[in-house]
């Protein structure tokens, strides 16, 4: 799902940090601005993103490179059928000489998580990641054990091939802050990136520009960003219509007003602002909402997707006025 862009305000001038952050990515992934947009917005509110999309578009090499900018500890789990859940998070080994078990942390213990074709693991295996997404902590027999902060999983998945894989649940589905597709690249892109491939690989080009410390720093002061009163009952509102619209079996949650909030604040700090307008609830909507909403069969037969439904809701809702949303006035 592209992330939405709505109409940039003539005052917005994008954070340094960010045009950093974006440029090194823009090194390994070319002509993806949007969703490389999409992802620094993830990692800004210490979300958690559902890539989908056929492969070798990118995905992986972009969750590398965004690891690499940030200077961030980074770890790949290849999901497959016969994965276990202490190949995820990790487990205690006996100590001879010591006499004690010790505990050896599984992939899932580092800042950048990548689950690759995370829908090939069975259920018992993809439940052991949930903790993980909502508490930022792993229980392995009986201790608990905190993830390093911050923390951030990227999963991807494959909507082309449905042999041996295990959809998501809705509960799980419902723990990622953005669900994004990269998409083919334009022509001249790729020729770009044939070009950059024929020298060298494109990831050794790519430079740390942000420490751990100043991205936890950043994440502080996103949360900072002003939301007026009426830009959350407008958030309210758009999550709550799904919930009574005749096509959606199951609507948006709480927590996806929540996450929509944060994408928000996160939107409006990568344009330089300390306050959420309405355009950046809009152009981050489609992919908060839509990865969230199960349609009625009736709608899925006759073609309809929970896309076109969001961007209706989005046509169709009344938006605050600028005046109000910037908090200048009442």
Not at 146 to 171: C, I, K, R, S
Request: glycine share 6%.
């Amino acid at each position: 799902m592209q992330l939405g862009r709505g109409a940039p305000s003539p005052f917005d001038r994008p954070h340094p940090f960010i045009e950093r952050i974006v440029h090194q990515v823009e090194k390994a992934i070319v002509g993806k601005r949007e969703s490389i947009e999409a992802v620094v917005i993830a990692f800004l509110c210490g979300g958690h993103i559902l890539l989908e999309d056929v492969p070798g578009v990118g995905k992986t090499m972009l969750v590398r490179a965004m690891a690499k900018t940030v200077g961030a500890s980074f770890k790949r789990i290849q999901c497959t059928s016969d994965l276990l859940p202490s190949d995820v998070t990790g487990v205690s080994v006996y100590n001879q000489r010591s006499g004690e078990f010790e505990f050896r942390p599984g992939p899932v213990m580092a800042n950048v998580v990548l689950a690759d074709e995370m829908n090939r693991a069975s259920p018992k295996t993809q439940s052991a990641l949930l903790e993980a997404m909502e508490e930022k902590q792993l229980t392995v027999d009986g201790e608990t054990c905190l993830l390093p902060e911050p923390f951030m999983l990227l999963a991807t998945q494959n909507p082309v091939e449905h042999e041996g894989t295990y959809p998501l649940p809705e509960a799980q589905l419902d723990r990622f802050l953005l669900k994004i597709r990269l998409g083919y690249p334009e022509e001249r892109h790729e020729v770009e990136l044939l070009g950059r491939l024929q020298e060298r690989h494109p990831l050794d080009e790519v430079r740390a520009v942000l420490l751990v410390e100043e991205w936890i720093r950043l994440q502080q002061e996103v949360r900072q960003v002003l939301v007026d009163e009426t830009l959350k009952q407008y958030i309210v509102r758009l999550t709550s219509a799904t919930r009574t619209h005749p096509d959606v079996a199951l609507g948006a949650s709480p927590r996806a007003s929540y996450a929509l909030m944060r994408a928000a604040q996160a939107k409006a700090f990568c344009n330089g602002r300390s306050y959420v307008v309405p355009d950046d609830i809009k152009a981050m909507a489609l992919p908060v909402i839509a990865h969230r909403l199960a349609l009625q069969p009736d709608a899925r037969y006759t073609g309809k997707t929970a896309d076109t439904i969001v961007r209706q809701l989005i046509a169709t809702i009344p938006v605050p006025t600028v005046q109000a949303a910037s908090g200048r006035t009442s």
